[in-house]
């Protein structure tokens, strides 16, 4: 399970886990516009991080981010977290 706390969006935190083949599950968004985010949760389960990171980059909303753009530098935090465990 990782945990990311969010930036400059109504959700206020991001938490999802990935197996093996680096395919995401579990997306949950603690806060921010519930129905939208449950859709997002929905639409990347399964799909793998680096398409997902990917897909969702620079999507805007209020400040410059959004809650998908906000996943996307979850993913990215969490791939910085898992280079520098295996270190």
Do not use: W
Request: hydrophobic share 30%; glycine share 10%.
């Amino acid at each position: 399970m990782f945990t990311y706390l969010t930036s400059g969006t109504c959700s206020r935190q991001i938490i999802f886990e990935v197996d093996n083949q680096n395919r995401l599950h579990g997306v949950k968004f603690i806060g921010g516009c519930s129905g939208n985010l449950q859709g997002v949760s929905k639409l990347v389960e399964g799909r793998t991080i680096d398409e997902v990171e990917t897909l969702l980059a620079g999507i805007k909303c209020k400040n410059n981010t959004s809650c998908p753009d906000q996943l996307s530098k979850a993913i990215s935090a969490y791939k910085k977290s898992q280079t520098e465990n295996s270190k």
